[in-house]
């Protein structure tokens, strides 16, 4: 059974910084590319970030681009979000998802519960 | 806004047949799969539908995905009080190097 457990979240003050941990178990880390996906309060997904499994490319939404960094951890089985420079609308809970192959390109197949992060001084 | 156009409700009585429409644009529906995802109240999303139109084992014969050029859809049939949920699609966008999702559909079973 594929489990996906989302650490790191919590309060942090505008311009701040936090880092997301995505424990994953139940199948083949490093053959599958790991997606973030958040969702502000009462809003709809919004897709944040990819790394592939097949040779760590990275693809980012634009409006995180330049202030987050995912990378991930095989040996680990761990993937990561590194969160700078955040605002006020950054606020949402943050979902780590497996994806259905290794490239990047399709959809995810399973989802963690999230995380909450919330920016405000 | 977003780059795959949902409506933002739907509605059904409890047996009925209800689509949910997803419109895209030649960079995203038109050249990739289709994905759907529902979310419950106060839940994580749910795979429903992958690569346009295939069931995950566990997902009822009542849901059904279709693609046509940069439209798909969501059916589902013999609807049922506990299908109350959010439903959103998803594409990988060429054109931005990223994954794309609908605004999402409220439908509400009456």
């Known amino acids: 059974e594929v489990q996906l457990l989302e650490s790191g979240g919590g309060l942090v003050q505008p311009g701040g910084s936090l880092r997301l941990s995505c424990a994953a178990s139940g199948f083949t880390f490093s053959s599958f590319a790991m997606t973030w996906v958040r969702q502000a309060p009462g809003k709809g997904l919004e897709w944040v970030s990819v790394i592939s499994g097949s040779d760590g490319s990275t693809y980012y939404a634009d409006s995180v681009k330049g202030r987050f960094t995912i990378s991930r951890d095989n040996s680990k089985n761990t993937l990561f979000l590194q969160m700078n420079s955040l605002r006020a609308d950054d606020t949402a809970v943050y979902y780590c998802?497996?994806?259905?192959?290794?490239?990047?390109?399709?959809?995810?197949?399973?989802w963690g519960q999230g995380t909450l992060v919330t920016v405000s001084s | 806004q977003s780059a795959l156009t949902q409506p933002p409700s739907a509605s059904g009585t409890p047996g009925q047949r209800v689509t949910i429409s997803c419109s895209g644009s030649s960079s995203n529906i038109g050249s990739n799969f289709v994905y759907w995802y529902q979310q419950l109240p106060g839940t994580a999303p749910k795979l429903l539908i992958y690569r346009n139109n295939q069931r995950p084992s566990g997902v009822p014969d009542r849901f059904s995905g279709s693609k046509s050029g940069t439209s798909a859809s969501l059916a589902i049939s013999g609807l049922r009080s506990e299908d109350e949920a959010d439903y959103y699609c998803a594409a990988w966008d060429d054109s931005l190097s990223g994954r794309v999702f609908g605004g999402g559909t409220k439908l509400t079973v009456l």
């Open positions: 998802a497996k994806d259905s192959d290794s490239s990047g390109w399709y959809g995810v197949d399973n």
